[in-house]
Structures are given as C-alpha cells and as structure tokens.
C-alpha cells in the first residue's frame, strides 16, 4: 500500500483522483497490465501486432458514412501482415479483397457459428490455413491489383490530370473544335468511327479507329492493346510493383470506361451492358474518349 495525505478542506473524488496519480507517477509505477496488453497499435506496431495472430478482426460500423474505407483499409493492412481478416458487416468487402478465399465474412447474425467454426478449423489445420493465404503466392486477383495500383501515381499528379482534362474539355468547346472528323464513311456502306484512349494515370490521349460493324468490347480492347504495343507503351505502375508482381510485357485490359468517371464508379459500379451500349455511346458522343486500367 502507498500513503496517500488529504487535507480535510478538499476530501473530494477529484482531489483524491489527482493525489492517487500524482502519488504513483511519483514512485515510476508501472500498472499490473503494462507487460499483458497488446502494443499501441499505432504506426508500424500494427502491422507488427498483425503478424503476431494469424486472424485479425475487421467491423464496420453501419452508422458511419466513411465506414467502408475504414474497413477497406483495416483489411488491406491485415493482408499485408500476413494473417486473415475476419470482416464484419462491408457486403461489398470482397471487391478489395486479394482473392475470394483471402477472408472470412461475417454479413449477418447467422454467419457468426459457421465462419467461428471456420477460425477453429483454419487454427488447428496449417495446410487449409495456408490456403488462404496462396494468393501471396500465386498473385492477387486482377481487381486488386487494380485498386492497388492507384497508388502508382500520386495524388498531386492525378488532381493536375484532372484540372488538365478539365481544361481542355473547355477548349474543346470551340467551333474549331466542334468541326473536327470524328467519323467518316467508306465505300457508302461501312463507317469508321475516330475515338480516344489514354491509361489510367495518364494524360495524353491516343486516337484508335474502330469501324462500324464491329463496334464491339472485343473489338475496342484489341484495338487498344494492339495500339499501346505499337508504341511499347508501359505501363504506370511498371516500376511500382514488386518484381514478383510486374509479370511480362504483355498488356492486359481490365477495365476500359468513358473519362470522367471516378475510381469507384470505373472499378466497382460502370460497366457497357453488352455490344450495343458501347456502340450508342460512341455514336451519340463524337470522338469519344475512354480511359483503360491494364494490370
């Protein structure tokens, strides 16, 4: 026990709160749990903490506007520590998720027992735990690796693309502009159809020529894959990615989406349904432009 003194004109909580620590601050006391508790899971200890438990638990508080990116981040950070993320809640967490079997989910109430069975299985069975992780491997999903190479190009650089294309938008608009070919018809039967293409990160536009028959998805990506070869163009997040990561030099289309769409709407929510909204759009936007993500 310590001595602890009070005057008897101040025998309040506050005044016995403030002796109590400023008594033991003075002895350098050290509380009973200081060597139990987990370490401050600030900067790099968290990933070290993460390292330490083969499951790491991610929720998702409903009520939080932001609460998506937050578990975004927590599952991306327990990926890179090596464990498995328990996800709580996040009904679309799969779209930032290495690999299908990367997690567990918990989306509701009723998955509690069976994905509690799982940890327990996944604790005593190594192999079927290491399963989990063969994305580590083998290499992550394409998604993912398109969501993760965003970070190739810094946000600076991708705001003075955006106010760049902002601004050649406004330029566009003059009738110098306006009178430029976007199309023209050959032989009275066959229309070629003049669009743009740049990659994700990028701020120049390269003209590709699809003709009107075969205004296809196939028909855009191969005309655009073949167009960037014969440039030998290579890719943003080239010197990025880890070696194991950067493959050959083929490129591979991901995502192809009209500019001006947001990260989120081009990864996640657009997508041309079918052969013929890719040919109205093109034909009701002259000289079109698109953004291509290649992973």
């Not at 740049?198 to 536009?205: D, I, K, P, T």
């Not at 050959?248 to 192809?256: A, F, G, P």
Request: glycine share 4%.
């Amino acid at each position: 026990m310590e001595s602890i003194f009070l005057r008897g004109k101040h025998l309040t909580l506050e005044a016995l709160e403030s002796a109590v620590v400023a008594k033991f601050k003075s002895l350098k006391h050290e509380p009973v749990w200081k060597k139990e508790r987990p370490p401050s899971l600030k900067g790099d200890n968290e990933l070290r903490v993460h390292r330490i438990y083969p499951l790491g638990l991610t929720q998702r508080q409903a009520f939080l506007e932001s609460s998506i990116e937050i578990t975004k981040q927590a599952l991306m950070k327990t990926n890179s520590a090596g464990s498995v993320p328990v996800v709580v809640g996040a009904p679309n967490i799969d779209e930032f998720a290495p690999a299908s079997d990367s997690f567990l989910h918990i989306k509701s109430m009723e998955d509690v027992e069976p994905v509690a069975k799982k940890m327990k299985y996944l604790a005593a069975n190594p192999a079927a735990y290491n399963q989990t992780l063969r994305w580590k491997y083998e290499g992550p999903s394409d998604s993912f690796k398109a969501l993760v190479d965003m970070a190739a190009v810094h946000s600076s650089c991708r705001l003075c693309i955006f106010l760049a294309t902002r601004i050649q938008e406004q330029e566009e608009k003059s009738p110098s502009f306006k009178k430029r070919p976007c199309k023209c018809t050959r032989g009275g039967s066959d229309t070629v159809y003049h669009v743009f293409v740049r990659e994700r990160g990028r701020f120049e536009m390269e003209s590709i020529f699809l003709r009107g028959k075969h205004l296809t998805l196939e028909a855009l990506e191969s005309a655009v894959v073949a167009k960037f070869k014969s440039l030998k163009h290579e890719p943003a997040w080239k010197k990025e990615r880890p070696p194991s990561l950067k493959g050959d030099n083929e490129l591979r289309v991901h995502r192809i989406y009209p500019l001006g769409l947001t990260q989120r709407q081009a990864l996640y929510k657009f997508k041309f349904e079918g052969n013929s909204s890719l040919s109205t759009h093109i034909q009701h936007n002259p000289c079109a432009k698109f953004e291509v993500v290649f992973v």
